[in-house]
């Protein structure tokens, strides 16, 4: 070791390096940390003066696996880089690197600027190929040595798993009795759980959950991990993040599963090495024992949470059915015959808006240039919306009872949970007085301090209960008996509920899916109609045939009798003189109002019907051209400078050219001598008349 240092390494900074993988190991194994400090002594033996001796152990308790976070190790590598150390000190390879590539990086800087590399086995110059080729070795059996460590690690805890032993970190509502996994003993958590599993099988959405704790002013528990409260739980308002962990997670299930996520490593566009997370499907899950504990909700209730909250994202190419607002009753459960995806809710409209159910997936897509369907909301809705009144009439008895108690079990456990959070606040207003009457009462400081948490406690006790009072007033009456015999009321009268003016879209759609399950959606060309294919939740088929509403102008027709009435009086009268007559008769238009002369004009042109005869030694336009030969724009200039007399039935109508004898003369004179008439641009062909 000595023969291989030099004078110019002892001129140079000795480096100590030391690192730990983990807060713990420098907690718990302080007699490696002793060691790396005394690599210090041992580089002052070598002859390294006091002074050029530098330990870096601000790595302690940092991975090896990575230089991104190692301060000391960039350090290191930046000053070996500028040729300032002369040697690098540490207890073994594995402290200075576990990565491949940053120890090859550092040994191949090392032999560029002829820094020793010193362990506990000896010392190691990289420019010699032999010492060059045993650092290789021991960087490769240290990552090596790291996948070996990992390897059984994961294959003990992966062994523990299958057997449903291994203690995996729970959520709140579930707590560990030595090794079995039991629900919460606290009364409030459990009925906490239970109504959020309850209230998302009634409103169908995350969202709808956080929305009803919301207005009920519920809190919702969660459990702390890491910290001094590692294992506690805290209640705090409920997020739509938090629902979607509940409703996902299967241990509420009565499942213990293991291996749900899979982590991988990928670049990011800064070029640091980053771990990414991923969620597996349930096929590929490492361990998965059913009914490994007691449940909160039955496996099968498990997934088809799941299919529901796939079915509401609407950021996929398929949109499904959460319950939204809107005049759209079907929205969510109809299918396109031709492509099988689901129907959108298109919005559209002059005057007034309305909706219309629409597929345009081929279109979006590129497979066609039209889109699959297009019909109006109201169309199919009043036909479903019939069917169903007809299939309820049978089940509207057994419908109200259950809704009656579907009320009472809704209003029991939302006032449980309310007994319950009384009773936590009473509780915590007990503890805060005892805590206040065993302080010393000389002691002011402290009593003080104990007598303002006694009085906030029951400050808040009492708020509670004045809240709980509101509610009482405003749900308490649900189960009163006048109520429960209206309800059975409206029940036998289901029609007049469902089209009852208070009863809200949400509501209807909500009805509807529990009777329907989904409705393929056919059109047919010739005759115009709609088929609907109904499946009932029942798992029984139905057609429904909708005749289509025709179109705007095949609604507005005149009636045969109008029609040759405007004929026989157009020989002789204009467009604003027939209106007139007929406004005076007291006739009225298709659209039930007053004629105008636009709509004579209209079923003039619809029809075919010519305008008046041309009157007795007048032409048209076309005529002078002709009796002439001349082109159409040298009438309109004659027009145009009044060499003409003209005159028009109305606006916009066509030009009658009263010629007698001497203009008819004055005018071939004029085309005789053609050097006369000035150009005319081609803009003032069609150009109007000026008077």
């Known amino acids: 070791m000595v023969t291989k240092i030099q004078t110019f390494h002892l001129q140079k900074i000795a480096y100590v390096y030391l690192r730990q993988s983990t807060m713990k190991q420098v907690m718990h194994n302080q007699e490696s940390t002793e060691r790396q400090y005394a690599l210090s002594s041992r580089a002052e033996i070598l002859g390294w003066p006091r002074e050029k001796i ?20 960039k350090t290191l590598v930046s000053d070996v880089s500028f040729k300032r150390v002369g040697a690098v000190f540490a ?35 990289p420019t010699d190929f032999n010492d060059q080729l045993l650092l290789g070795l021991k960087g490769t059996m240290s990552a090596a040595e790291l996948h070996f460590l990992r390897g059984r690690l994961q294959g003990g805890k992966l062994n ?35 109504l959020l599993f309850s209230t998302f099988q009634r409103v169908g959405s995350a969202y709808g959950v956080v929305r009803y704790f919301k207005e009920q002013k519920f809190e919702f528990p969660k459990r702390v991990y890491g910290g001094v409260w590692a294992g506690t739980l805290k209640w705090q308002h409920l997020s739509y993040g938090r629902v979607l962990s509940v409703l996902r997670n299967p241990l509420y299930a009565g499942a ?48 088809s949470n799941q299919e529901a909250l796939t079915h509401n994202r609407t950021n996929g190419d398929v949109l499904s059915g959460p319950l939204r607002d809107g005049l759209a009753l079907l929205q969510g459960l109809l299918l396109c015959s031709t492509c099988g995806r689901r129907l959108t809710v298109r919005y559209t409209g002059t005057n007034g808006i309305y909706p219309c159910y629409e597929c345009h997936w081929r279109k979006k897509n590129g497979l066609s240039d039209k889109i699959c369907l297009l019909v109006r909301a109201d169309v199919l809705d009043e036909a479903v919306s019939k ?88 749900k308490a009456v649900m189960l009163t008996p006048e109520q429960r015999d209206k309800v059975i009321a409206l029940a036998k009268d289901f029609p007049y509920l469902w089209n009852s003016p208070t009863t809200k879209f949400k509501d209807k759609k909500r009805m509807l899916r529990l009777i329907i399950k989904d409705i393929t959606v056919e059109r047919v060309p010739e005759p115009k109609k709609v088929i609907l294919h109904v499946r009932w939740q029942d798992e029984t088929c139905e057609d429904i045939s909708i005749d289509l509403p ?66 007795p030694g007048e032409f048209t336009v076309g005529q002078v051209m002709e009796k002439f030969g001349i082109s159409r724009h040298v009438v ?56």
């Open 256 to 303: 213990y599963v293991y291996g749900r996520h899979q982590y991988s490593k990928a670049v990011s566009p800064e070029g640091i090495i980053q771990s990414k997370k991923e969620n597996l499907p349930l096929e590929r899950w490492k361990v998965h024992i059913k009914d490994h504990h007691e449940a909160y909700v039955s496996w099968e209730i498990f997934l």
């Open 54 to 73: 530098i330990v870096l152990d601000e790595d302690l308790g940092m991975s090896g696996t990575s230089a991104v976070k190692r301060e000391s190790f």
């Open 387 to 474: 069917r169903v009144l007809e299939r309820l009439r049978p089940q509207q008895l057994e419908i109200a009872v259950k809704s009656i108690d579907e009320l009472e079990g809704r209003y029991r456990t939302v006032d449980k949970q309310w007994h319950m959070r009384i009773q936590r606040a009473e509780y915590d207003v007990q503890l805060a007085q005892r805590r206040y009457e065993e302080v010393d009462p000389s002691n002011r400081l402290v009593a003080l301090t104990l007598e303002t948490q006694w009085n906030d406690t029951l400050a808040k006790l009492e708020d509670l209960k004045a809240e709980y009072g509101k509610y009482q007033q405003k």
């Open 550 to 615: 025709k179109k705007i102008y095949e609604r507005i027709q005149y009636s045969q009798k109008t029609v040759d009435r405007v004929r026989q009086l157009a020989s002789h009268l204009s467009d604003e003189k027939i209106a007139t007559k007929f406004n005076r008769q007291g006739l009225m238009s298709a659209k039930n109002r007053r004629f105008t002369a636009i709509m004579i004009g209209w079923i003039r042109r619809r029809y075919r019907i010519p305008s008046i005869q041309q009157p």
């Open 91 to 125: 207890l073994e390879v594995s402290r200075l690197a576990r990565s491949n590539t940053d120890w090859h990086r550092l040994v191949e800087l090392c032999a560029i600027t002829h820094t020793l590399i010193i362990d506990e086995d000896g010392c190691y110059d």
């Open 636 to 691: 309109y200039y004659w027009i145009e400078r009044g060499v003409l007399r003209t005159h028009r039935i109305r606006e916009h109508s066509p030009y009658w050219i009263n010629i007698d004898t001497y203009k008819e003369k004055e005018l071939l004179d004029w085309i005789k001598a053609s050097h006369k008439i000035p150009k005319v641009s081609e803009q003032n062909v069609f150009r109007e008349p000026h008077f």
């Open 160 to 194: 523990k798993a299958k057997k449903g032993t291994l203690r995996i970190p729970i959520p709140a509502g579930l707590t560990y009795d030595q090794q079995q996994i039991v629900l919460d003993p606290d009364d409030r958590v459990r009925g906490a759980l239970r």
